[in-house]
């Protein structure tokens, strides 16, 4: 457990879920950003996109501020296989539609809800993480 | 305008806290994924932060009528536990595990000036372009 960092990892955490009461509070919405995707990409509705785009350019602007305040905080991976990065992506878009979320919206917002099916997916979805990293790390596979 | 706001600073302060918390870098949510190697928990912590806020604060939200920039609160309405929510959070864990990203951290990470991340996230919007194939006849 070398590279543990429980205190940064907590204090990011803090501002994620300021970021979910923000939203909640003043627009009454879920942050859940695989939906939020959605909205933009496939279910778009009139005079619904505009939020959600601002949402999304706010998310990359905050990576773009946190590597000009902490430029050194860790090396980007390099080489990954391509393959695996496509064919998990694709995954990953599957999955979330069917499941009607990801991290951020089961993960986060369901689970402060006690929601039954955010908490039922986000163990669904850790499990099957670990497996899957498992098989790849630990088979060979 | 009020709700443009409001979502871009909400945007701007997850993908920080995506940053602060390091889960804007793959290897770190594979390490925490990898419960037999060399374990990093660092990703419960961002969740119990996460959670501790939302989970108080969200409670104390929903008691009002109404959000204040919105005419009424949109929240999730399903309830039932159907093979499609399991499926589906199974297969995301699967892209997840493959990966080290999830939706959110793949576009925070477009800001670091990143080259893979786009292609995560273009690989995401491809996949939500198959489900709507396969799912909506």
């Excluded at chain 1, 993960?107 to 498992?134: D, H, K, P, Q």
């Excluded at chain 2, 889960?23 to 660092?42: E, H, Q, R, Y």
């Excluded at chain 2, 990203?101 to 080259?115: E, F, K």
């Amino acid at each position: 457990m070398e590279n543990f960092t429980p205190v940064p990892a907590f204090a990011g955490g803090l501002l994620i879920g300021l970021s979910a009461v923000i939203m909640l509070l003043f627009n009454g919405r879920i942050t859940g950003i695989s939906g939020i995707m959605d909205g933009i990409v496939i279910n778009s509705k009139h005079g619904d996109r505009v939020w959600r785009i601002c949402f999304l350019l706010g998310l990359v602007l905050g990576g773009f501020l946190f590597k000009l305040i902490m430029p050194d905080s860790f090396i980007p991976r390099d080489g990954f296989s391509l393959v695996l990065l496509i064919t998990g992506g694709f995954i990953v878009g599957i999955g979330t539609r069917m499941g009607s979320g990801c991290t951020s919206g089961h993960g986060i917002c369901g689970i402060a809800r006690f929601s039954r099916r955010s908490i039922l997916a986000t163990v669904t979805f850790m499990l099957t993480g670990a497996i899957t990293v498992y098989l790849i790390r630990h088979m060979a596979f | 305008m009020n709700r443009i706001i409001i979502s871009s600073i909400s945007g701007i302060l997850f993908g920080v806290g995506l940053g602060v918390s390091e889960m804007i870098n793959p290897n770190k949510v594979l390490a925490f994924l990898d419960v037999t190697g060399d374990w990093d928990p660092s990703l419960a912590f961002v969740m119990a932060g996460a959670l501790l806020i939302t989970t108080i604060i969200f409670r104390l939200i929903l008691k009002r009528d109404r959000p204040i920039f919105d005419h009424h609160f949109k929240l999730p309405t399903k309830q039932e536990l159907d093979p499609h929510l399991i499926g589906g959070a199974a297969l995301f864990g699967i892209g997840w595990g493959m990966t080290g990203y999830c939706p959110g951290p793949a576009i925070a990470a477009i800001g670091m000036g990143l080259q893979e991340p786009v292609i995560m996230v273009l690989a995401i919007i491809a996949g939500f372009h198959a489900h709507k194939f396969i799912f909506d006849k």
